[in-house]
């Protein structure tokens, strides 16, 4: 059992920067590969980045790409996403999540989330 618990978020100004944190305890979280999802008012929850175990591999949606990055220290047990560029399509609330196995883009992969932060882009 792995219990995430997320921190940051907020309300920033386009072009502006905010930082997610999310902190684990419970089981070997550094045995899983991890990733941050985003969900907007109406639409279904979508990929943002996902980084492996090791924090060796990263890999990005195409809309994010370049503005935001994930990283992770497996001795403190945080995973980060540090997000720069902000525009307004990227107001959303943000998940961490814990990856067990099978797509890393499909957020059925998961098997445990953090509770989600609202991160608000005015224009």
């Known amino acids: 059992q792995v219990q995430l618990i997320q921190s940051g978020g907020g309300l920033v100004q386009a072009g502006g920067s905010l930082r997610l944190s999310c902190a684990a305890s419970?089981?070997?979280?550094?045995?899983?590969?991890a990733g941050w999802f985003r969900q907007a008012p109406g639409k279904e929850r979508e990929f943002v980045a996902f980084?492996?175990?090791?924090?060796?591999?990263?890999y990005y949606a195409e809309a994010v790409k370049g503005r935001f990055t994930i990283s992770r220290d497996n001795v403190k047990s945080t995973l980060d996403l540090e997000m720069t560029g902000l525009k307004p399509e990227d107001t959303a609330v943000y998940y961490c999540?814990?990856?067990?196995?099978?797509?890393?883009?499909?957020?059925?992969?998961?098997?445990?989330w953090g509770q989600g932060t609202q991160v608000t882009v005015s224009s």
């Open positions: 999540g814990a990856r067990s196995a099978g797509l890393y883009s499909n957020p059925g992969t998961y098997a445990y």
């Open positions: 419970g089981h070997n979280f550094d045995t899983y590969s």
């Open positions: 980084i492996t175990w090791s924090g060796d591999t990263t």
